[in-house]
């Protein structure tokens, strides 16, 4: 079956760094366009980046654009997110996912990604001070 791993998230001040990462199991990752979602305390889930299979594509949500960013190595099959110049708006649950379908253009993310996809069981990130 699908397996998403991701890293132990973590604590830190606003403008700091944290990096995550997702270890993925159980199907043939590079023909899968990855995602990062992340859902705050009450609030439904919001996706933050994606990448296609090939790694040479990349999207991005307007609250994290210049602040993130996501890679991918298909010969280790991991998935990883940069994240910098981090604010309290970040704090959330992340998840690691897998699209149901290539995603192609920012605006099927939610559709393929979020509500179609496979998610992990995700990691912690505060942000505060």
């Known amino acids: 079956e699908v397996q998403l791993v991701e890293s132990v998230g973590g604590a830190v001040q606003p403008g700091g760094s944290l990096r995550l990462s997702c270890l993925a199991a159980?199907?043939?990752?590079?023909?899968?366009?990855m995602s990062w979602i992340r859902q705050a305390p009450g609030k439904g889930p919001e996706w933050v980046s994606a990448i296609n299979s090939g790694g040479d594509k990349t999207y991005y949500a307007d609250s994290v654009k210049g602040r993130f960013s996501i890679a991918r190595d298909n010969v280790r099959e991991r998935l990883t997110l940069e994240m910098v110049s981090m604010v309290p708006e970040d704090t959330a649950l992340y998840y690691c996912?897998?699209?149901?379908?290539?995603?192609?253009?920012?605006?099927?993310?939610?559709?393929?990604?979020?509500?179609?996809?496979?998610w992990g069981r995700g990691t912690q990130v505060t942000v505060s001070s």
């Open positions: 996912a897998r699209c149901n379908s290539p995603v192609g253009a920012s605006t099927t993310v939610q559709a393929t990604c979020v509500l179609r996809g496979d």
């Open positions: 159980g199907f043939d990752f590079t023909k899968y366009d």
